[in-house]
């Protein structure tokens, strides 16, 4: 079974790993030159504020113009590898013997129905982890530099931030995870649908839809986010609201804690209550600046709600793990179909 599993596999294996090697040539040839830049920058050790701002800024404009294009690339790379894994590898496993009619002649062998698929299915899936690791691991490594100088304001939907969906589903463990659920999606859309395309189809749509769900509203609730008070910077307000008489404000969440995932804020008052209170006449005429700065006087704080840079491990491991695991249950399901109900 495995030397027959290689054989029908051995071209997509090879596309795979001519793809790794061609990548890795391009990350090894541009790759310690980011480094070189990165270290005599001084990036790693500035503290956040202007003078490091403009530390990063002098890194970026000092990248060559195609480090720019490869650091994106790369990210597209990253969230197509899944893809591929469970569309090309996964999907047409058990629809091409279906549609060349062979899949009842296995049967016939000395290979028993359950025996022929967990073959594949571990064999197959190991191999498409593997795949998304080695990818993962190649760029990890290249764009951690441009990782860490990299930024983008809260509220953003496409920051580069670590805890960020954009870098947190294309770096480090993830992907792994990602890989598994998208191959035994895959085998189990096409043992439903018993036909590649159909198969195809469905494997990218789910897929796609369920990443982006779990980035936008499974993700944050993982691990119960910590709460901290902090003074209200008025330079963070971004509008006073007036509903009849009644001004509230909203501000920017912004936390000094370099990493940390700012998940949302409310401006409270004095007695931790969210503020309301009567308009000031500098909030009711037409200058901003004036109606921040009559702020003051009511010594606003605000409450943010983060998950510290120090669970950044843990948040990988958990997602990985969830979807390990609905890989393994996709993976029992068609271990049951097949065996018990498709003939």
Wanted: charged share 10%; net charge positive; glycine share 8%.
């Amino acid at each position: 079974m495995i030397w027959l599993t290689w054989r029908q596999f051995r071209a997509q294996a090879i596309a795979a790993a001519a793809a790794a090697a061609v990548l890795a040539l391009l990350l090894i040839i541009t790759g310690p030159y980011i480094v070189h830049l990165y270290d005599i920058n001084g990036i790693a050790t500035c503290t956040p504020g202007p003078n490091c701002q403009s530390v990063t800024n002098t890194f970026s404009n000092e990248l060559p113009w195609f480090d720019p294009v490869l650091f994106l690339l790369g990210i597209g790379i990253m969230f197509a590898v899944p893809a591929v894994v469970g569309a090309f590898w996964g999907a047409p496993l058990i629809t091409r013997e279906i549609e060349a009619r062979t899949l009842p002649l296995t049967w016939n062998q000395s290979v028993t129905k359950f025996r022929w698929l967990a073959v594949k299915l571990g064999l197959l899936g190991l191999a498409g982890m593997a795949a998304a690791g080695l990818f993962s691991l190649m760029l990890t490594w290249w764009s951690s530099p441009m990782d860490s100088a990299l930024g983008v304001p809260y509220g953003h939907r496409l920051t580069f931030e670590r805890f960020a969906p954009v870098l947190f589903a294309t770096r480090d463990v993830t992907p792994l995870g990602y890989a598994a659920f998208a191959f035994a999606l895959g085998v189990t859309a096409g043992l439903l649908t018993r036909r590649t395309v159909s198969a195809v189809a469905t494997t990218l749509g789910v897929f796609a839809a369920v990443q982006f769900a779990w980035a936008e509203w499974i993700r944050a609730h993982l691990i119960p986010p910590v709460q901290t008070v902090v003074p209200l910077n008025l330079a963070d307000v971004a509008y006073t609201p007036i509903r009849n008489g009644i001004m509230t404000v909203q501000a920017v969440p912004v936390l000094g804690q370099q990493g940390a995932w700012v998940l949302s804020g409310q401006v409270i008052d004095t007695a931790g209550r969210p503020f309301q209170a009567a308009a000031t006449p500098s909030c009711e005429g037409t200058s901003f600046q004036a109606c921040t700065a009559s702020l003051a006087k009511f010594r606003l704080r605000e409450l943010i709600s983060y998950e510290p840079a120090s669970r950044f491990w843990t948040f990988q491991w958990v997602e990985t793990g969830i979807f390990v695991a609905l890989a393994l249950a996709l993976a029992g399901l068609c271990l049951w179909w097949l065996v018990r109900r498709l003939a």
